[in-house]
């Protein structure tokens, strides 16, 4: 690898961003240049990421006459490097701040890259290696000091196993969490056409048990009166009321990534948690947050949530053409990552569609897991 590369990430240009031509614009016009260089970063980022990840992966990029070299170029052409932009990025918004055009979420994506950059990752676990790596840069030479540092090609919307999550998929995570902070708002409201988010809010529930049917070939779901059995037996179930008692499609995959397993939809309401199981039912449990070693894949899920509401055309809010998810997904998706609030994707990610008026209308609301 050379500087080369490194100069393929996409920081920002303050000639064109903050120079001396920007000094007639509003701060609109001024905030709308960082929020399309933002964008651009987004496009361009992920992939500079993964090619420095294999390059510290490869053994014989490591050699002791390399590691000088590999110094300069992943601490100053890395990490100093974003900690300049960040430095540069955070005085420029809180001079447009007082406008109101700056998403406040900015900062605080801002102060988690920082404590990356640090060397005072989140992950604890890491805080060692990179004190060694920052005082004696020669145990990079150690492959397993390299492969905490590099993890796997991954980030919060591409990892099948926590085990690869090293340290640069969180200095991955956290750059794409400045640049969503700074776009998915705008992003947001230009795929609000014929609809519009009537409430958005997030909702952390007691431990609670979903239960119901999965929707597939020969369920006896497809069909009124394979809908109506369902839910009579969950209406029966009064005394195990969640108090969260819409009807919902629950989807999940089995806390894989969405590239390893298929999509799963269960048709159903939550429950109270230990609730009975009906016969020819299924379940799946939920608690409030994470113990300190659940980092399994799977149930039990988070009972945390972003629960939004829409309102508007039908039509356009279920056209779901040219999305990843559908309407109400893509758009409660992109409230989340705008406002840097983590999604636990994929090992405690599930979404749902909710039905305020019941499974036989339209639905209109959407849950999205989240962890704080």
Not at 61 to 81: H, P
Not at 140 to 152: F, K, P, T, Y
Not at 194 to 209: D, L, N, T, W
Not at 277 to 304: A, C, L, Y
Request: charged share 25%.
């Amino acid at each position: 690898m050379s500087f080369d590369i490194i100069n393929e990430f996409h920081f920002a240009d303050w000639n064109i961003l903050g120079g001396e031509q920007t000094g007639e614009l509003t701060a609109a016009e001024k905030y709308s240049r960082i929020v399309k260089w933002a964008g651009e970063a987004r496009g361009q980022n992920p992939a500079v990421f993964d090619r420095l990840t294999e390059w510290i992966l490869d053994d014989s990029e490591w050699t002791a006459d390399k590691l000088a070299e590999n110094e300069q170029i992943l601490v100053q052409g890395v990490f100093a490097r974003f900690r300049q932009q960040n430095v540069k990025l955070r005085a420029y918004l809180k001079e447009l701040e007082p406008s109101g055009v700056v998403n406040a979420a900015i900062f605080k994506a801002l102060d988690r890259f920082d404590e990356e950059l640090s060397g005072n990752p989140g992950d604890k676990n890491l805080s060692d290696i990179l004190a060694r790596i920052f005082t004696d840069f020669s145990v990079m030479r150690d492959r397993s000091v390299r492969e905490q540092i590099a993890g796997g090609k991954t980030g919060r919307f591409g990892t099948d196993s926590v085990a690869l999550f090293g340290y640069i998929n969180y200095l991955k995570d956290c750059d794409a969490g400045v640049q969503w902070a700074l776009f998915m708002p705008d992003v947001v409201k230009r795929q609000q056409t014929g609809f519009k988010v009537e409430s958005f809010e997030y909702k952390k529930m007691p431990a609670m048990r979903f239960i119901g049917k999965e929707s597939r070939e020969g369920d006896g779901l497809d069909t009124a009166e394979g809908f109506k059995n369902l839910f009579n037996v969950l209406d029966a179930m009064t005394a195990y009321s969640s108090g969260f008692d819409y009807d919902v499609l629950f989807q999940h995959h089995y806390g894989k990534g969405v590239d390893t397993e298929r999509w799963h939809g269960f048709w159903g309401r939550f429950m109270k948690a230990d609730s009975p199981v009906p016969e020819g039912f299924i379940h799946f449990d939920f608690v409030p947050q994470r113990d300190v070693n659940n980092f399994t894949d799977g149930p039990p899920f988070f009972s945390q949530f972003a629960f939004a509401i829409f309102s508007g055309d039908m039509k356009a809010m279920h056209n779901d053409e040219g999305t990843d998810g559908g309407r109400m997904y893509d758009v409660t998706r992109n409230i989340i990552l705008g406002q840097n609030v983590n999604i636990p994707y994929p090992h405690k990610y599930w979404t749902a569609e909710v039905f305020i008026d019941g499974c036989d209308t339209w639905s209109t609301a959407f849950m999205f897991s989240v962890e704080f």
